[in-house]
Nanobody, 127 residues
Framework: QVQLVESGGGSVQPGGSLRLSCAAP????????VGWFRQAPGKEREGVSCISQREKNTYFVDSVKRRFTISRDNAAKTAYLQQNNLKPEDTDVYYC????????????????????WGQGTQVTVSS
């Protein structure tokens, strides 16, 4: 069982920035792909971004490209989602999750069977 703890959410004005963190206290993230998802009440969950375990390949959904970046610090057992130029439509609860990739998996995927999930952190963008 890997416990994931998200932090860094908050309320910002459009154009603002936030840095979300996904920590795995007591565990290593080295063995996992890390994904960020978002979901609002009554809406379907959306895969936002992921970063692969081995080669640090990344993926971003089109709506956040050139605004969000994803990174990981395995020594710190933490992954990050830097959110810049935030828009009202980015308002959601953001969740991080981890997926243990197979031997031949080089790229992270949002539709992989993510095994462990955090509790979520709220991001609100409004003027």
């Amino acid at each position: 069982q890997v416990q994931l703890v998200e932090s860094g959410g908050g309320s910002v004005q459009p154009g603002g920035s936030l840095r979300l963190s996904c920590a795995a206290p007591g565990h290593t993230l080295e063995n996992y792909d890390v994904g960020w998802f978002r979901q609002a009440p009554g809406k379907e969950r959306e895969g936002v971004s992921c970063i692969s375990q081995r080669e640090k390949n990344t993926y971003f959904v089109d709506s956040v490209k050139r605004r969000f970046t994803i990174s990981r610090d395995n020594a710190a057992k933490t992954a990050y989602l830097q959110q810049n130029n935030l828009k009202p439509e980015d308002t959601d609860v953001y969740y991080c999750a981890v997926h243990p990739p197979g031997v031949f998996e080089r790229m992270c995927k949002m539709n992989a069977p993510y095994k462990y999930w955090g509790q979520g952190t709220q991001v609100t963008v409004s003027s």
